[in-house]
């Protein structure tokens, strides 16, 4: 019967912990719902992720553990990564995160709209740190340009904000004045990775910022997309990842659109190039040079 874990002091390790690390000992690994209920194990560094597979936690090996916070009663800094299991463990954090930014947030969200509730029920949180003197920079990808909600939710910020969109960009990334970095762990982001090691934390700005660079600002939305021989900037998107062989359903995840739109957008870009084909279509991008140009 496994032992029922109780509130203790951080720098503590319980008996439930025991129990569990001890199993994960014998096991070489165990997986996240078992180690759920003790937290404890990897507030201190006995459980790490697998960095093969983050569904499982490995044990830190016991000849490691003097250099571990609270167990002989030596300090050291804390974990450099952290696994988040779970949307409350994950919002929690950010919120903790979103409350110590006192200079810069930076935040990557990929997708089409986001859903109006969510953009009110973060609103309050992304105006405090404007309010108090932050800067925030978010990159979207092109279908956001068209979001009223968005458009609605950048209108009503007072600060020091600014959006940007690319036809791609990574997967959802925040970072909080280049010292603390969240990203999914998990396809349907119920389990991400809480990263304070300065050379990750600094890659993952960096990585943002070149984004940035060459993203198109949001503003102004009036203007129309600039097309050569008839074919937009997102048709030329769309072409080069047809030229990959990704499927439809692919391109609408990749783009941030949905299936229905990317097809709309193959139909047009056969009908400028004259294709009556799939296959045929490729060929016609492939001579046509559309790729080989600057955008």
């Given at each position: 019967m496994?032992?029922?874990?109780?509130?203790?002091?951080v720098?503590?390790?319980?008996e439930?912990?025991?129990?569990?690390?001890?199993?994960?000992?014998?096991?070489?690994r165990?997986?996240?719902?078992?180690?759920?209920?003790?937290?404890?194990?990897v507030?201190?560094?006995?459980?790490r992720p697998?960095?093969v597979?983050?569904?499982?936690?490995?044990?830190?090996?016991?000849?490691?553990?003097?250099?571990?916070?609270?167990?002989?009663?030596?300090?050291?800094?804390?974990?450099?990564?952290?696994v988040l299991?779970?949307l409350d463990?994950?919002?929690?954090?950010i919120?903790?995160?979103?409350?110590?930014v006192t200079?810069?947030f930076?935040?990557?969200?990929?997708?089409?709209?986001?859903?109006?509730?969510?953009?009110?029920?973060v609103?309050p949180?992304?105006q405090?740190?404007l309010?108090?003197?932050?800067?925030?920079?978010t990159?979207y990808?092109?279908?956001?340009?068209?979001?009223?909600?968005?458009?609605?939710?950048?209108?009503?910020?007072?600060?020091?904000?600014?959006?940007?969109?690319?036809?791609?960009?990574?997967?959802?990334?925040f970072?909080?004045?280049?010292t603390?970095?969240?990203?999914?762990?998990?396809?349907?982001?119920?389990?991400?990775l809480?990263?304070r090691h300065?050379a990750?934390?600094?890659?993952?700005?960096?990585?943002?910022?070149?984004?940035?660079?060459?993203?198109t600002?949001?503003w102004?939305?009036?203007?129309p997309?600039p097309?050569?021989?008839g074919?937009?900037?997102r048709?030329?998107?769309?072409?080069?990842?047809?030229?990959e062989?990704?499927?439809?359903?692919?391109?609408a995840?990749?783009?941030?659109?949905?299936?229905?739109?990317a097809?709309v957008?193959?139909?047009?870009l056969a009908?400028?190039?004259?294709?009556?084909?799939?296959a045929?279509l490729?060929?016609?991008?492939?001579?046509s040079?559309?790729?080989?140009?600057?955008p």
């Amino acid at each position: 019967m496994a032992t029922k874990h109780l509130l203790h002091a951080v720098e503590e390790l319980c008996e439930a912990g025991l129990h569990v690390y001890t199993r994960a000992l014998h096991g070489g690994r165990i997986h996240h719902s078992e180690a759920r209920a003790v937290p404890c194990l990897v507030d201190l560094g006995l459980l790490r992720p697998d960095l093969v597979d983050l569904q499982w936690l490995r044990p830190a090996a016991p000849a490691a553990l003097h250099d571990l916070c609270g167990v002989l009663g030596t300090d050291v800094e804390g974990p450099s990564l952290t696994v988040l299991d779970g949307l409350d463990q994950i919002n929690s954090a950010i919120d903790r995160a979103m409350y110590d930014v006192t200079d810069e947030f930076l935040a990557v969200q990929p997708g089409g709209t986001r859903p109006p509730e969510t953009l009110a029920e973060v609103f309050p949180r992304d105006q405090a740190i404007l309010t108090r003197g932050c800067r925030m920079r978010t990159l979207y990808q092109h279908t956001t340009r068209h979001s009223l909600p968005v458009l609605a939710y950048f209108e009503q910020l007072e600060g020091d904000t600014e959006a940007r969109t690319l036809d791609e960009v990574t997967d959802r990334l925040f970072v909080f004045d280049r010292t603390v970095a969240f990203i999914p762990a998990s396809k349907d982001r119920t389990i991400a990775l809480e990263l304070r090691h300065p050379a990750l934390v600094e890659y993952f700005a960096t990585t943002f910022w070149r984004l940035w660079r060459l993203a198109t600002p949001m503003w102004p939305q009036a203007a129309p997309q600039p097309s050569e021989g008839g074919i937009t900037a997102r048709q030329r998107a769309i072409a080069g990842l047809l030229v990959e062989g990704l499927t439809d359903a692919e391109m609408a995840d990749r783009l941030g659109m949905n299936i229905r739109t990317a097809r709309v957008h193959i139909a047009k870009l056969a009908a400028t190039l004259g294709s009556s084909s799939r296959a045929q279509l490729g060929y016609l991008i492939g001579q046509s040079g559309l790729l080989d140009r600057e955008p």
